[in-house]
């Protein structure tokens, strides 16, 4: 079951939600779909996952200008922090039947991985490092000019 930790609504371009996906049991396993633009509200053009990550590791530390994302706790379970640069807010994700959706314009921390942990990333669009925050200070200074 995913535990929300925090009940902060965060991301003021579009806001980070939890997304049930479609999910599928029976005697053989279960089975959880995600579908493009469909589940994701995007188009899903590039995925990748972490895994083997040792405890006490820390990922993420970023936000992006326009990439969308949907994390999913494929294996195991972590935590990813969100920030607006107004509120912030942290989710435990540890069921692979639900994503975390997270928009534009937001940092995110992932953190407290366990120890089989394999955090699966959807994201909008192809690796552009342009797209990229990858300091705090200057995130802040971008994201509360906006309106």
């Known amino acids: 079951m995913v535990a929300k930790t925090t009940d902060t609504p965060v991301g003021r371009v579009k806001p980070c939600r939890l997304i049930g996906l479609e999910q599928h049991h029976d005697e053989r396993g ?6 493009s633009e469909w589940t994701t ?20 530390a970023h936000a992006h200008r326009a990439l969308e994302q949907l994390f999913v706790a494929a294996h195991g379970s972590f935590t990813v922090k969100v920030d607006d640069g107004h509120r912030q807010s942290a989710y435990r994700l540890d ?12 940092w995110r921390d992932i953190t407290d991985f366990s120890d089989d942990s394999v955090c699966l990333v ?26």
């Not at 069921?95 to 937001?106: E, F, N, Q, R």
């Open 41 to 60: 509200g995007f188009p899903i053009r590039r995925i990748y996952y972490l895994h083997h990550t040792r405890t006490g590791t820390a990922r993420g």
């Open 30 to 35: 279960s089975l959880s779909i995600v579908e």
């Open 95 to 106: 069921d692979p039947g639900t994503g975390l959706y997270v928009g534009p314009m937001v």
């Open 122 to 147: 959807l994201a909008s669009e192809h690796y552009d490092e342009t797209d990229y925050y990858r300091d705090y200070a200057a995130f802040l200074e971008d994201v509360r000019r906006q309106p």
